[in-house]
């Protein structure tokens, strides 16, 4: 879907980017999750704020794009 209004508003003032944070620490993880091994070095939904700063400022020019954490 992203794709596609990516694509529709391609080389107008909106951009349509996709954001998968992957597993992270939220209450619904642990709670969905508890016996998860990794649960402690999940990153925290905090970890991503810079993340979704940068795809809605004037310094992203990227359209249609999906981002996932390395």
């Known amino acids: 879907m992203a794709g596609l209004l990516a694509r529709e508003y391609a080389g107008g003032q909106l951009r349509i980017n996709c954001y998968n944070p ?3 620490r939220t209450p619904l993880q642990v ?3 508890p016996a998860a091994n990794d649960n ?3 990153p925290n939904p ?3 704020v810079d993340a979704f700063l940068y795809l ?4 992203c020019g990227d359209n ?3 981002f996932t954490p390395a």
């Open 40 to 42: 402690d070095r999940l």
């Open 46 to 48: 905090e970890d991503h």
């Open 56 to 59: 809605m400022s004037d310094a």
């Open 22 to 24: 992957g597993k992270t």
């Open 31 to 33: 709670r969905a999750y």
């Open 64 to 66: 249609g794009e999906t």
